[in-house]
C-alpha cells in the first residue's frame, strides 16, 4: 500500500512536470532491489516486449509522455526483480537496464541533466547485474553520446565510450558502433583531425561487421541503422570545419532519414548551418538554423536539437552577432528555454 501511494505522488508530479524528485524515488527502488521468494509465473519475455516497446516508442513518442508511461513501467519492474533471485533476476536487470537508459535519454533531452546521471549510473548497475555484454555495451555507449549534450567533458564522453569498447571484447555489437561514434563526436569537439577521423574509420568497420537484423531501420533505439552512420559523419566534419566531407555526409544522411524522426532532421540541417556560418554565409546559416528548428512542433524542440543551434550561433563571428539574421535566431533559442546546467 505504501509503495502505491509512492508511486500515485510521483506520477502526480512527473505528470505536473517536477520529474527529479518523482522520478528519483522510483529509481532509488530499481537500483536497491531487497532479495525474495522467486515466484514460478514471472514472465521475463513480457518484460523484454516492455523494454522493446519502448525501444521503439523512443522515437515516436514526446519525451514528457514516454516518461510518465515509463515511470509506471519501470516501478512495476522494481516490484517484479524484487520477488525474484538467481537467474530470473538477472534476466529482468536486463529489462530494468534498458527501460533505466531510456529514461536517462529522454530526461537529457527534456534538459534534466543532474536527475539524468543518477539513472544513468542506475542503468549501468542494472547492466552489470544482467551479465548481458550486449545490454552492458549499449548502455555505456548511450552515456557516452549524450554525455555530449550534458556539459559534461569530452574526457568523459570517452571514458564511458571506452569502457564500452572495452566491454566489447572486439565484438561488433549496436553499443559498438554507438560508443565508437561518440569518440569519433568527442574528438572533433576537442579539434583532434586525426583522432575522429581514426575512430570514423573504425566506426565504418564495425558496421560493416554488424547483422542485418540490427542495421534495419524499424524505429527501433536498439538497432544501429545506416543512416546512423551518416549522422555521425556529419556531426564531425562539420565541428571540424571539413565543409566538403560535411556536405556529403548530410546529402546521404537526411536522404536516408524517415519521417518518422523529424528531430533527427533537423539535426542534420543544423549540421549544415553550421558549415554555412564557418564559411562566411552567415545569413544563410542562421536562416537556415533558424527554418531546421521552426518546422519542428514545440514538443521536438528538445535539448539535443537546441544544444546544436547554440553550436551553431557559436560559431559566427563576435563581430557578426547583432545581425538581424542571428538575433532571429537567438530568439527564437532562447525562447526554447534557458540553457540547463
Not at 75 to 103: F, K, N, P, V
Not at 136 to 162: C, E, F, K, N, P
Not at 323 to 338: H, I, N, Q
Request: neutral net charge; charged residues 20%.
Amino acid at each position: 500500500m505504501r509503495r502505491r501511494v509512492v508511486l500515485q505522488h510521483a506520477l502526480i508530479a512527473l505528470s505536473a512536470g517536477v520529474a527529479g524528485p518523482a522520478l528519483d524515488s522510483i529509481r532509488a527502488g530499481l537500483a536497491s532491489p531487497v532479495p525474495g521468494q522467486e515466484p514460478a509465473d514471472v514472465d521475463v519475455a513480457e518484460w523484454e516486449e516492455v523494454a522493446e516497446e519502448y525501444g521503439r516508442g523512443y522515437y515516436s513518442m514526446t519525451p514528457v509522455s514516454l516518461m510518465l508511461h515509463l515511470a509506471a513501467d519501470v516501478a512495476d519492474l522494481q516490484q517484479t526483480i524484487e520477488a525474484c533471485r538467481g537467474s530470473r533476476r538477472a534476466d529482468l536487470s536486463r529489462a530494468g537496464a534498458r527501460l533505466a537508459a531510456i529514461m536517462a535519454m529522454s530526461l537529457v533531452k527534456t534538459g534534466q541533466f543532474q536527475t539524468a546521471r543518477r539513472w544513468w549510473r542506475t542503468s549501468r548497475a542494472a547492466a552489470d547485474a544482467s551479465g548481458d555484454p550486449a545490454v552492458r555495451v549499449w548502455v555505456r555507449s548511450q552515456d557516452a553520446v549524450h554525455a555530449l549534450y550534458q556539459h559534461r567533458s569530452t574526457r568523459a564522453a570517452m571514458d564511458r565510450a571506452g569502457e564500452a569498447v572495452a566491454i566489447s571484447g572486439g565484438r561488433a555489437y549496436p553499443g559498438t558502433a554507438e560508443a565508437l561514434g561518440a569518440c569519433a563526436q568527442a574528438s572533433a569537439l576537442a579539434g583532434d583531425v586525426a583522432g575522429a577521423q581514426g575512430y570514423i574509420d573504425l566506426l565504418t568497420d564495425v558496421f560493416d561487421k554488424l547483422p542485418d537484423s540490427v542495421t534495419v531501420d524499424t524505429g527501433n533505439i536498439y538497432h544501429w541503422p545506416q543512416r546512423r552512420l551518416w549522422h555521425t559523419a556529419s556531426y564531425v566534419h562539420s565541428h571540424l570545419g571539413r565543409s566538403l566531407d560535411a556536405q556529403r555526409a548530410q546529402e546521404r544522411a537526411l536522404s536516408s532519414i524517415p519521417d518518422w524522426a523529424p528531430a533527427a532532421r533537423a539535426q542534420v540541417h543544423l549540421h549544415s548551418a553550421m558549415c554555412l556560418i564557418r564559411d562566411g554565409h552567415l545569413d544563410d546559416g542562421a536562416n537556415h538554423a533558424r527554418q531546421a528548428i521552426t518546422v519542428l512542433p514545440e514538443s521536438r524542440r528538445t535539448t539535443l536539437v537546441v544544444h546544436l543551434a547554440r553550436a551553431a550561433l557559436d560559431a559566427v563571428p563576435h563581430s557578426e552577432q547583432r545581425r538581424p539574421a542571428v538575433t532571429d535566431l537567438r530568439e527564437l533559442v532562447t525562447a526554447c528555454g534557458p540553457v540547463p546546467r
